[in-house]
DNA sequence: CGTCAGCTTGAAGGTGCTCAATAACCGTGG
DNA sequence: CCACGGTTATTGAGCACCTTCAAGCTGACG
């Protein structure tokens, strides 16, 4: 079977053949969408030699809140969420990253959050210090991981205005809507299924309240009929725009 | 008298002769500091012709959220608030910019969110096209912008957890905090002195709290003698150890 | 069938909000 | 100089929403 011609995706970069390729990189889901997609197959080559895949346990912690940490990673396969921690043990949630992002502080030696995996994870990690060289040479390396973080940083203010302003049950449909095209980025259609990928303590420590209100909350949202939710994770939402109502936050749209 | 010699900041970058410069940029602030600093001198004389210094008063609204903007700027005094709103009106302070900072959103054609002058603002604005067309071939613009968005990332996930997490007590506290440090970035004293540039009811927008909980809380944290304040705006903090001890929120530190 | 983690539900209490009145500040003009 | 209006900030009383604490439920797995 000739991959080459038949599988859509190659044809973005016809400049590359997949012979030339590490093994390693040659089926993997980040190779085009993730920052991967932007290196050359011999940076690619390169860096591929000093590159591990890696399954994370759900809950378990991929790095600590200050840590020095050496590698980078892509994430290839679940979520992954970043936590910050007052002194006496309050925790917030302050981002969530899905496949394929890029995972990593570049510029900067640690983390001012600690990385924990939120289901399952796969990862593909790599040394800093050649994606850093890497990126020093590549403008087009550099522009990708400046999308994503002005992308996150969209995010993280688009958050701040549900962590300070909105009530509990917005922060509730907030969340599940922020879930539903997250889940599945291509989805067009207004009827949507899907595993919440964290439990009730993550989503508690994301929006900023307590297990108990999500629990109350999420229970006044089924009984309104807009999310119908069985064994505390499935979701299927009928009607995205009346989800998406309930948390209008535009003046003009 | 022969600025060449004279003005220190002129050997930051002995490349550049000043006598090639546009006029408008020999004595500006964001000359070095700002992403001008990475930009050549035949980039700045061409930046230049389209570019004009304003002055914007307070309150005054620079850019409406979701309004297609034309113009970047560079902000040379002042402090600028971005800030989202509900459909119903609740507003929500999602960061504050200091000068030397940029002021837009590069690769996109709208803010989602507004931009208002907290205080009198001073500011370099010059068309969106010629910038981006610097970013897409001078790698270090981009880079310098990298930076900044990284920054701001940063700051916006330490403020999540301000919103999601702290009193309303530590909310303030952080924001003194805040400003102390911005309002000053080269200081290294551990007393501080400052005008707080924003007035009550930003207070609140950007601690997701009411300006009479502001208000109370300034009251109290004035009571236990850690900040003196005068004139509703004027700041003395003796020790900012001490104020820094009440946000504490890093387990190694 | 018992145990344990995760989730839901209930009752009571507290933090911050709403509504309302008062006070300080500031530029303008008599 | 003080009087004046408008804006901004403070203070008070009552209440609502979310939290806290506690108990019960559900499903997975031995």
């Known amino acids: 079977m000739d991959v080459v011609n038949l599988n859509p995706e190659t ?13 390693l990189c040659q089926a993997c889901e980040a190779r085009h ?31 600590f809140q200050g840590e020095t940490v050496a590698r980078y990673a892509n994430i290839l396969r679940g979520v992954v969420k970043l936590s910050k921690s007052t002194a006496d043990g309050r925790q917030q949630i302050v981002g969530l990253q899905f496949a394929p992002d890029f995972m990593g502080r570049p510029f900067s ?24 060289e890497f990126i020093s ?40 809507y922020f879930i539903a095209v997250h889940a599945d980025p291509e989805a067009t259609s207004n009827e949507r299924k899907f ?20 629990s109350r909350q999420i229970t006044k949202l089924r009984q309104t ?17 009346k989800l998406r109502a309930m948390i209008e936050v535009n003046f003009l749209d």
Chains 1, 2 share one sequence.
Do not use: Y
């Not at 044809?11 to 093994?23: A, G, T």
């Open 11 to 23: 044809r973005e970069r016809l400049d590359i053949h997949n012979s030339e390729l590490p093994i």
């Open 33 to 63: 969408k993730g920052i991967c997609g932007v290196l050359t197959a011999e940076q690619l080559v390169r860096l591929s030699k000093h590159t591990t895949k890696h399954m994370i346990g759900a809950e378990q912690q991929i790095a």
């Open 109 to 132: 030696k640690e983390n001012d959050f600690a990385v924990e995996a939120a289901t399952d994870v796969k990862i593909c990690s790599f040394p800093r210090a050649i994606l850093d």
């Open 137 to 176: 040479r590549a403008p087009d390396l550099e522009h990708r991981l400046h999308l994503q973080a002005l992308r996150e940083l969209d995010e993280s203010r688009e958050w701040m205005l549900t962590l300070g302003r909105k009530t509990a049950a917005e922060r509730v449909a907030s969340f599940l």
């Open 195 to 214: 595993e919440i990928p964290l439990k009730r303590s993550d989503i508690a420590d994301f929006l900023g309240l307590t297990i108990e209100t999500v």
């Open 225 to 241: 009929g807009i999310v119908h939710i069985s064994n505390n994770r499935t979701v299927e939402i009928p009607d995205l725009i």
